[in-house]
Nanobody
Framework: QVQLVESGGGLVQPGGSLSLSCAAS????????MGWYRQAPGKQRELVAD???????NYADSVKGRFTISRDNARNTVTLQMNSLKPEDTAVYYC???????????????WGQGTQVTVSS
């Protein structure tokens, strides 16, 4: 019904920058929120940043001042600009969207397939 396709990610040295993008498509009537989560090996998936329909943003304390989330409501896309990357930012990053579908009229949380971010020298 709803697909989230991520792009970006890769290998970067400490202190470097990367940008992740996510595009939502499919049976979408309304997207309430879009955001990014990450999961490092052996750890639980955690919120990195999200952006709700009203434009309010929320960041994990560990990324405040380094990461910036932006959303294009017209295009159903969300971008995560990551600066001053640290080795501890290494993880698989997942796009997330909370959507009200146009077919069936249901609320649901949807996930992208994940993209690897590795910060290493």
């Amino acid at each position: 019904q709803v697909q989230l396709v991520e792009s970006g990610g890769g290998l970067v040295q400490p202190g470097g920058s990367l940008s992740l993008s996510c595009a939502a498509s499919g049976s979408i009537f309304r997207i309430v929120s879009m955001g990014w989560y990450r999961q490092a090996p052996g750890k639980q998936r955690e919120l990195v940043a999200d952006n709700n329909a009203g434009g309010a943003t929320n960041y994990a304390d560990s990324v405040k001042g380094r990461f910036t989330i932006s959303r294009d409501n017209a295009r159903n896309t969300v971008t995560l600009q990551m600066n001053s990357l640290k080795p501890e930012d290494t993880a698989v990053y997942y796009c997330n969207a909370y959507v009200y579908t146009s077919s069936g009229g249901q609320w649901g949380a949807y996930w992208g397939q994940g993209t690897q971010v590795t910060v290493s020298s």
